[in-house]
């Protein structure tokens, strides 16, 4: 979580001072202030009291007038990109299902993917920098969207959607509870069936506050470093500001080696969202909360970038999301799931783990 403190910004141990831009006034980041030994500034984990703030009930919310549109748009960059990343998968990890011949003919179909999975990456790599990561936690922290249990927030996710596209394949409500049904069935715990059928919820995101597709959906990296060359399109992030600042476009940037994940900042995403909402509102285990915020961490995940920043917690962070992945990307031709039978069950689960209603 990122915490003002004066003319300093930190997220996790890592800090930022800030200075005043001359003509705006606004603060603009380009001082790293990193140091282990700097004192860590103490996070409200555990001490916040929610009831003094004011809520906006999700009823109560206007709408864009675009949300059908942009639902649509979102449902179908969302599925191109996991379409990528189930043929990137299958190219170079599973020899055993594909010849050379095959995996030529896979290797071309990757390269050729659709026009709509490269431009989005084209616009995410461009717009995701450190000073808007920086602006929209800071939004983020700022104020509460919505106070709704998970149960009504899958439902809300699922309009978005569903009214907006009935012809897509799954719908989120459904890909939700194919995640969850296909960890059970292999009889994995509790918390990681329940993990499974809230991975997604933080696409809310595109009706919180996203500034388009970009900042919702699409694989995460690591903004205040120099950008990975295992990310997806590595050669679109040419347009990125950070590729050109100095400090930014270094190996290390504004991190100390092996640092660890905890004190990286991410692009943002409904990853990172809904990591930040449930963080310190569940009992999920860290491996629960590791397979939420860096299930769409492919370049860490599957290409193995950015070991110069990881310490020992993210080894088993890694396990986790390994785990969790190809629940993910693979429960989608599975038989469709009735959330009316199936959410006895989940209600249950979501009540383990979830307090009956959550600040969004
Ligand atoms: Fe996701
Ligand atoms: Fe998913």
């Given amino acids: 979580m990122i915490q003002a403190h004066g003319n300093f910004l930190a997220f996790g141990s890592t800090v930022l001072e800030y200075k005043l831009h001359a003509g705006t006034g606004q603060r603009v980041a380009r001082i790293p202030k990193v140091s282990p030994k700097s004192k860590p500034i103490a996070t409200d984990r555990g001490q916040r009291n929610f009831s003094r703030h004011q809520f ?201 080696p092996h640092c660890g994940l905890d004190n990286v900042m991410l692009s943002w995403g409904h990853d990172e969202y809904l990591y930040s909402v449930l963080k310190d509102q569940s009992s999920l285990p860290e491996e629960g909360l590791a397979m939420i915020r860096y299930h769409s961490f492919y370049p860490w995940h599957r290409e193995g970038a950015y070991a110069h920043l990881t310490n020992h917690k993210d080894i088993k962070a890694l396990e986790a999301v390994r785990a969790f992945n190809p629940y993910d990307l693979y429960s989608k031709s599975d038989e469709p799931c009735d959330p009316v039978k199936l959410k006895p069950y989940y209600e249950e689960l979501i009540a383990k783990f979830f307090p009956p209603e959550l600040d969004w």
Wanted: negative net charge; glycine residues 6%; proline residues 3%.
């Fill in 56 to 256: 906006t009930s999700h009823s109560n919310l206007t709408m864009p007038a675009l949300v059908s549109y942009e639902g649509r748009e979102l449902d179908l960059t969302s599925d191109a990109i996991d379409e990528v990343n189930v043929l990137k998968t299958k190219t170079w990890n599973d020899r055993s299902e594909f010849d050379a011949a095959k995996d030529k003919a896979q290797f071309r179909q990757y390269k050729d993917a659709c026009d709509r999975v490269k431009g989005f990456y084209k616009e995410q790599h461009e717009k995701q920098t450190m000073d808007f990561n920086i602006k929209v936690r800071v939004k983020f922290n700022a104020q509460k969207r919505a106070r709704m249990g998970i149960w009504e927030a899958m439902e809300m996710l699922n309009k978005l959607v569903d009214e907006s596209d009935p012809d897509t394949s799954v719908s989120q409500i459904e890909h939700l509870l194919q995640t969850a049904e296909a960890i059970r069935r292999d009889g994995k715990p509790d918390w990681m069936q329940v993990t499974g059928l809230v991975h997604d919820l933080g696409k809310l995101w595109c009706m919180f506050g996203s500034e388009g597709q970009w900042d919702v959906v699409g694989d995460t990296f690591v903004v205040g470093c120099k950008f990975s060359d295992k990310n997806i399109y590595p050669e679109t992030f040419n347009t990125n500001p950070d590729s050109k600042d100095p400090l930014y476009s270094s190996e290390y940037g504004v991190y100390q």
